[in-house]
């Protein structure tokens, strides 16, 4: 099975020179916790997350009116192509920490694919369980 049978091309984006705010409202909004940041034409240039507005704006006394979303954004994000395999998706996944990738074709956004799309996926049950239990390697219980 390949990523595009999976993904969501359902994607909300924002503009790197937007301010943090609206990336917050999006995220508010759609009940989501990362907006990918693409230029005018459709290239992902990085990933704002609910906890990158936090840690790199709020926590440091930063107004989110104010600070634009380029100040803020995680730059450099992984990405799959929409041809690849789901086991490769959740090989990602797991290497990188993440519970999404954006999904490119010929350098454009196309689409989002999540750890729970391969979980609700019973060919992939196997390849979710196994980047779950990578990406939660690091949670320690108190």
């Known amino acids: 099975m390949k990523v595009f049978d999976l993904m969501s091309d ?4 924002v503009g790197a020179s937007e301010p943090v705010t609206a990336a917050a409202r ?3 909004k759609y009940n989501i916790g990362a907006v990918p940041v693409c230029d005018d034409k459709g290239h992902l240039r990085g990933m704002i997350t609910d906890r990158d507005i ?3 704006c709020i926590a440091l006394g930063k107004s989110a009116k104010d600070t ?3 100040e803020t954004m995680t730059r450099g994000a992984i990405t799959i192509d ?3 395999h ?3 998706a959740a090989r990602l996944m797991a290497d990188a920490q993440v519970r999404r990738l954006p999904v490119c074709r ?3 956004l196309v689409g989002m694919i999540s750890l729970a799309d391969l979980a609700r996926n ?5 390849e979710a369980a196994e980047a779950l239990c990578e990406i939660s390697k690091n949670i320690r219980r108190t």
């Open 10 to 13: 359902s994607i909300i984006t």
């Open 68 to 70: 634009v979303i380029s």
């Open 82 to 84: 929409d041809r690849a």
């Open 26 to 28: 999006l995220m508010q």
């Open 106 to 108: 010929d350098g454009l």
């Open 122 to 126: 019973s060919d992939c049950d196997t």
């Open 86 to 88: 789901i086991s490769e």
């Open 54 to 56: 936090v840690i790199r």
